[in-house]
């Protein structure tokens, strides 16, 4: 297993990577907020820089308890007052509310407006008309959007929870969920424990023999955040991860996977679905919330705010504050198969990484797998150079499409009996995707997902961005050379085969041609907050 490696260094000089734009700009979704629901756990506290806090967010906070997981010193938790207390609290868009009416002109003197009502009949009309377009166009976008949330939430709730025994056994993709999990289970090993931790045990291995167990408990465990958790299938892994983890907050919007996610937290923790294996290592403290994390500030999550959430962080923030002492107290920030579904506009993949910059601490890792876009691009590109020769080679005809109109063969699809991706609209001839956000595809993958619409990453565009919020990409590689890397690495290799990945006699992958090109289309990623 490789070291995280060396932390990168902070930046002063941040560039702008010119993202604004979008060939579907959007609104705020509408989404309502999803208090998120208490717990017994759900402590309130000063927190230990409430006044640099006060002073920084400018926002009135009442008396508090100490959280069991807002760190000293470090985390510039804002406060564990509910979220309900003070309304100025409550989910904080990014998206400043675009005027829905074009400016009115400044009244110089008093009665001026009246007597311009007067001069100018045709000219209020005008305005008014503009006025009335500007609020229709919005409430169009704004359902198109929610409807689009919605689809995706409806989606993940319906998805059938069948367990552990039908997706090892039964299920058609097995290979595939096998390697999928393989590939989470490798991200977490090798990127979420600490430098300190990287450095006094990956040399080592310590930790990993079996003869040894886990690392000595006083060491210094994690506090993991996983936007998108869906119905808990990681908790597992992070059960195993090298370093103890003390808390994990998992979120996601579909409030179904959320209830199952609690549920099979609770199976864990009462020790159900051991099956006479070795015991398992203690398990860690877990809280579950409804929350879309790419539409809403995450600052209103009782426990989030516990911990740790920076307001500043981003583009704006204050360098001063993020070179000493800014930042959030997670350890980790996770996301799975989720990060694309922000990327419908500019303002939730800004929300997205406001709410990953925030709640990271300096030195944090955000870590996620996702569609990789140089996958896609390759697919776009091909299927317009072929579709060009096609038209060269056929005979002309007199009908032009119209306006806007995109022809039957000018959409890109591909895909197999497990999956499917399809452009409903134009898709770029040479396969770059600008401006970067908006482009809308319906993906179908057998026994998972029933063509929901996402959206694509473009990488480029998605990494000069992160940069705005002090992120450092420190690793990226596609799903099948994250396999050539480390399948023979001492813990991986094992644990491929323990999760069935690989053929104990072949080496071989244990995945169809299908499968493999299935799973091609996903890469893993790793920052550091620096
Ligand atoms: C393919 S599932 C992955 C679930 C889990 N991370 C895993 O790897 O098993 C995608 C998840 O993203 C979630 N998601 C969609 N939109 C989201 C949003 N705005 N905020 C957070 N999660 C979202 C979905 O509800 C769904 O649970």
Not at 108 to 114: A, D, F, I, L, V
Not at 410 to 422: A, L
Not at 462 to 475: G, H
Request: hydrophobic share 25%; with cysteine; proline share 9%.
């Amino acid at each position: 297993m490789t070291s995280p490696g060396p932390r990168p260094s902070s930046r002063d000089e941040r560039g702008d990577p010119g993202l604004s734009g979008s060939p579907n700009q959007t609104k705020p979704n509408g989404m309502a907020d999803e208090a998120p629901r208490p717990t017994e756990d759900d402590q309130s506290g000063p927190g230990p820089k409430r006044k640099r806090v006060q002073e920084r967010h400018q926002r009135k906070r009442g008396p508090t308890q100490p959280s069991m997981f807002s760190r000293r010193g470090r985390s510039r938790s804002p406060t564990n007052a509910s979220p309900n207390d003070d309304p100025s609290r409550r989910s904080r868009s990014p998206l400043r509310p675009r005027s829905p009416t074009p400016e009115a002109p400044k009244r110089k003197r008093p009665g001026g407006g009246s007597r311009m009502g007067i001069v100018n009949p045709e000219e209020m009309r005008r305005r008014q008309e503009q006025r009335e377009r500007a609020l229709e166009e919005d409430a169009v976008r704004m359902s198109r959007d929610r409807g689009v949330s919605d689809v995706v939430r409806q989606h993940y709730n319906a998805v059938p929870e069948r367990g552990r025994e039908w997706r090892k056994t039964e299920s058609k993709i097995k290979g595939l969920r096998s390697f999928n999990n393989w590939v989470k289970s490798t991200l977490i090993q090798k990127f979420s424990p600490d430098e300190e931790f990287a450095t006094r045990f990956n040399d080592t291995k310590e930790w990993a023999d079996d003869s040894q167990g886990p690392p000595p408990v006083d060491d210094k465990r994690l506090l993991v955040l996983d936007l998108g958790c869906g119905k808990g299938g990681d908790l597992g892994k992070w059960q195993l991860a090298p370093q103890r983890v003390d808390l994990y907050v998992g979120l996601d919007p579909a409030n179904i996977s959320i209830e199952q996610a609690r549920d099979r937290y609770m199976q864990m923790r009462n020790g159900r679905g051991q099956r006479g294996r070795r015991p398992p290592p203690p398990l860690f403290h877990a809280e579950f919330y409804p929350k879309d994390c790419f539409g809403e500030w995450l600052g209103d999550v009782g426990i989030v705010q516990q911990v740790g959430i920076d307001a500043n962080a981003g583009p704006g923030g204050s360098v001063m504050a993020a070179r000493w002492g800014g930042g959030g107290g997670f350890d980790v920030v996770t996301s799975m198969f989720a990060i694309h579904y922000a990327f419908e506009s500019e303002e939730k993949t800004r929300q997205m990484l406001s709410n990953v910059a925030g709640a990271l601490k300096k030195g944090g890792r955000f870590i996620g797998v996702c569609p990789n876009s140089d996958a896609i691009s390759g697919r776009v590109s091909t299927f317009h150079k072929n579709r060009k020769k096609n038209e060269s080679a056929k005979p002309p005809t007199n009908e032009a499409p119209e306006d806007g109109e995109v022809q039957e063969d000018e959409r890109c699809e591909w895909g197999n009996d497990i999956y499917r991706v399809r452009f409903p609209g134009a898709t770029p001839e040479d396969g770059v995707f600008r401006p970067p956000f908006g482009w809308r595809y319906t993906y179908f993958m057998r026994e998972a997902v029933e063509e929901v619409p996402e959206y694509v990453v473009p990488w480029e565009a998605f990494r000069a961005l992160t940069e705005d919020y002090n992120l450092e990409l420190q690793y990226r590689k596609p799903f099948l050379d994250i396999w050539e890397d480390e399948k023979n690495d001492r813990e991986l290799g094992p644990l491929s085969e323990r999760m069935g990945v690989r053929n104990r006699n072949t080496g071989d992958l244990n995945m169809t041609d299908e499968e493999k090109d299935a799973v091609s289309f996903y890469h893993a990623f790793c920052f550091y907050k620096v």
